[in-house]
């Protein structure tokens, strides 16, 4: 069973960088997609930033120019580097992935991580 874990969230002062990891276990054939969101009390789910199998990215306009998505694919492992943080970016941060989980199916799927809470401090 595929499951998304990811890591890296926690505690930082505004200006400052945070590298959130989202890794993939389980029986994977290849990861289609992978996508960052974020989401706070106050917002739907947001999408921040997506990559593609071949390496094309894509950011939300307010990430622009300071956040790159990135993934390992030997390892099954995507990152979000997080610099120039603003009091603004603080929410709870969710990987997503669409993964072909079997050589038996063409089928693909949609999987999601647990969330990782960024907190920026003014």
């Known amino acids: 069973q595929v499951q998304l874990v990811e890591s890296g969230g926690g505690l930082v002062q505004a200006g400052g960088s945070l590298r959130l990891s989202c890794a993939a276990s389980?029986?994977?054939?290849?990861?289609?997609?992978m996508a960052w969101y974020c989401q706070t009390p106050w917002k739907q789910r947001e999408l921040v930033a997506t990559?593609?199998?071949?390496?094309?990215?894509n950011y939300a306009d307010s990430v622009k120019g300071r956040f790159t998505i990135s993934r390992d694919n030997a390892k099954n492992t995507g990152y979000l580097q997080m610099n120039s943080l603003k009091p603004e970016d603080t929410a709870v941060y969710y990987c997503?992935?669409?993964?072909?989980?079997?050589?038996?199916?063409?089928?693909?799927?949609?999987?999601w991580g647990q969330g990782t809470q960024v907190t920026v401090s003014s």
């Open positions: 997503y992935a669409v993964i072909r989980p079997s050589p038996a199916v063409e089928f693909v799927y949609n999987y």
């Open positions: 389980g029986t994977i054939v290849s990861i289609n997609y």
């Open positions: 990559v593609i199998s071949g390496g094309k990215t």
